[in-house]
C-alpha cells in the first residue's frame, strides 16, 4: 500500500518520538529540517494557551525553511494526543491543532474514532502506538491510518513483545503505514526496522541528548554515559510500565531493583503540574538503544550520524547478500 502524501514525503524514513517535557519547538523544527518528522505531546505545552503559540513558531519555520531550501524540503510534523479519559485537555488541544492543519497526529493511550475522524477532516494522518497485535487490530478498526509498534526496549511506555514477533503479526494482516519503536538509536536498527517490514523507524532517547532537547544536562550526560544495563522496566511512576534510568530512581531516593508496582488507575495525564508530571520530571524515561548515544550533539547532527550509519549498514548488507 502506498504512503498517505504527508509520509511519503518524508526524506530520512525517521520519525522522532514525542518525548514527554522534553520535545519542544525548537527540537521538531530541527528533526523537521533535518528530514526526518519532529513531534511533541500536545501536553508540554503549558499552560494550554502555548501550544498554539508553538504550532505558529513550527509552522512559520519550516514554511521560511521550505522558500530558502526548494532542493531540500523539511519533513512533516506530529502531534502527539494522550485519548486517555484523564486528558482534560484533549478537546481544547485538539482545536487548536485543527486550526493549524497538522500533518500527522499520534495517539496514544487508546483508540477513538472520533479523533480519528477528527483529524481526517482537516486532511491530517493518524498514527496510533500500540503494544501488541490485539490493539493494533482495535486502533484500524477505529480509524487510525497507521500503526507504531511499540516493542520491547522502547523508551517512556514501552511493551515487551519481540519487534521481530511484533511486527511479524501486523504484517499478516495490514499493510498500511507502520513504525517501529524499541531500542532504536542508530542507523544499523533503522536499515534493521524496514528490513522486518517497517516503514519507519520511531526514535526517542536519542533526541533526548541533543542541544535542543528540554531536558536537564543532567539528564543528557545520563545518556550519554549509560547503556541497556542501566534501564529499568516498572509501572510504579505512572500505572503503565516503561523504561526509565537507574540513576535518576536512585537519585530520587528509591532502589530501583526493588520497585513496587502501579496500576493503571494511577494514571494521570491531564493539564495540570500534579504529582505525576512531577514523577516524569524527577525519574528520567529512556529505551534500551541508548549505547549507541556518545555524546550531546545538535539534532541535525545526529541525524547526520544516522543517515551515514544507514548508508553504511545498506552496503554491508549487499555486500554479503548471497548471490542469487
Known sequence: MALPAALAR???PVIGAPLFIVSNPKLVIAQC???IVGSMPALNARPAAQLDEWLAEITEALAAWDRSHPEQPSAPFAINQI???????????????????????ITSLGARSDINEAVHAWGGVVMHDIINNAFAHKAIEKGADGLIAV??????????????????????????PLALSGAMASGDAVLAALAAGADFAYMGSAFIATDEARASDAYKQCIVDSNSDDIVYTSLFTGVHGNYLKPSIRAAGLDPDQLPESNASAMSFGGG????????????????GIGAVDAVVPAAALVARLKREYAAALQRVVARSPRM
Open 151 to 176: 516493542a520491547a526496549g522502547a523508551g517512556g511506555h514501552a511493551g515487551v513483545k519481540s519487534p521481530f514477533a511484533l511486527l511479524q503479526e501486523i504484517r499478516q494482516w495490514f499493510s498500511g
Open 33 to 35: 529540517m533535518a528530514g
Open 273 to 288: 503540574e500534579g504529582s505525576k508530571a512531577k514523577a516524569w520530571k524527577d525519574v528520567w524515561g529512556c529505551g534500551q
Open 10 to 12: 518524508v526524506p530520512f
Open 83 to 105: 485519548v486517555h479519559k484523564t486528558n482534560d485537555r484533549l478537546e481544547q488541544d485538539m482545536a487548536v491543532c485543527a486550526r493549524y492543519r497538522v500533518p500527522i497526529v
